[in-house]
């Protein structure tokens, strides 16, 4: 099957992504919706998540992306892999952040992952980046105990923007004071690959949710 083609960027302030989505029922997703969940923030076409899913069969794996081409092509993948530990969701997740994290099975969302996000570089266009305030008190209340957030970007100044929100806020710890020099998941990203082929750095950190936040 050939790539389906679609806009890089979209604006996720823009009205047509501001409308609710229907969420499943995650017992009819999952044969065992009881996993721990890892989500993955702006999936793209989900080839991270097809690799990670039959590796480690233990969790389950939702991605989230805004564009709905992109989502149907990844769920049509899904079922030529028969995974049924995986899925993908159209969602604007700093819409629909507390409507989503609140429809999960109680506790298991163990691990999020916000990987090469749009860095939108001008300043005016800032508010339309993905780790906003908002999405980071979400995370803080619907994280399991002991979850992790793993961020990556290749653009250092997103990358500082994602380490400080996170920082920012009492529930998150992160696992160092540096930047991770290598990536703590067993898959790597296309874009991750294709940023190393080019020499150049990936900035990542990984960050744990406190018991006592």
Same mark, same amino acid.
């Given at each position: 099957?050939?790539?389906?083609?679609?806009?890089?960027?979209?604006?996720?302030?823009?009205?047509?992504?501001?409308?609710?989505?229907?969420?499943?029922?995650?017992?009819?997703?999952?044969?065992?919706?009881?996993?721990?969940?890892?989500? &993955?923030? !702006?999936?793209?076409?989900?080839? /991270?998540?097809?690799?990670?899913?039959?590796?480690?069969?233990?969790?389950?794996?939702? !991605?989230?992306?805004?564009?709905?081409?992109?989502?149907?092509?990844?769920?049509?993948?899904?079922?030529?892999?028969?995974?049924?530990?995986?899925?993908?969701?159209?969602?604007?997740?700093?819409?629909?952040?507390?409507?989503?994290?609140?429809?999960?099975? @109680? !506790?298991?969302?163990?691990?999020?992952?916000?990987?090469?996000?749009?860095?939108?570089?001008?300043?005016?266009?800032?508010?339309?980046?993905?780790?906003?305030?908002?999405?980071?008190?979400?995370?803080?209340?619907?994280?399991?105990? &002991?979850?992790?957030?793993?961020?990556?970007?290749?653009?250092?100044?997103?990358?500082?923007?994602?380490?400080?929100? /996170?920082?920012?806020?009492?529930?998150?710890?992160?696992?160092?004071?540096?930047?991770?020099?290598?990536?703590?998941?067993?898959?790597?990203?296309?874009?991750?690959?294709?940023?190393?082929?080019?020499?150049?750095?990936?900035?990542?950190?990984? /960050?744990?949710?406190?018991? @006592?936040?």
């Amino acid at each position: 099957m050939s790539p389906v083609r679609v806009r890089q960027h979209v604006n996720p302030l823009s009205r047509k992504y501001q409308q609710p989505v229907h969420l499943p029922d995650w017992s009819d997703i999952y044969q065992n919706p009881q996993q721990p969940l890892h989500l &993955d923030i !702006g999936c793209a076409r989900g080839r /991270f998540l097809c690799e990670l899913a039959p590796k480690q069969p233990d969790w389950n794996f939702l !991605g989230l992306e805004i564009r709905q081409p992109l989502v149907d092509e990844a769920n049509q993948w899904r079922d030529r892999a028969h995974l049924s530990n995986l899925h993908y969701v159209y969602c604007n997740i700093n819409f629909m952040s507390e409507a989503l994290f609140g429809s999960l099975p @109680q !506790g298991c969302l163990k691990r999020v992952s916000i990987q090469f996000p749009d860095p939108w570089f001008k300043k005016r266009h800032h508010k339309r980046r993905v780790v906003q305030p908002e999405l980071v008190a979400d995370l803080a209340r619907f994280l399991a105990p &002991d979850g992790e957030i793993f961020l990556q970007s290749d653009v250092e100044e997103v990358a500082i923007e994602m380490r400080d929100r /996170f920082s920012e806020h009492p529930a998150f710890a992160a696992t160092r004071d540096n930047w991770l020099p290598d990536n703590p998941l067993p898959v790597a990203t296309e874009r991750e690959i294709a940023t190393y082929n080019k020499g150049e750095p990936v900035y990542r950190c990984l /960050f744990s949710r406190s018991h @006592q936040s």
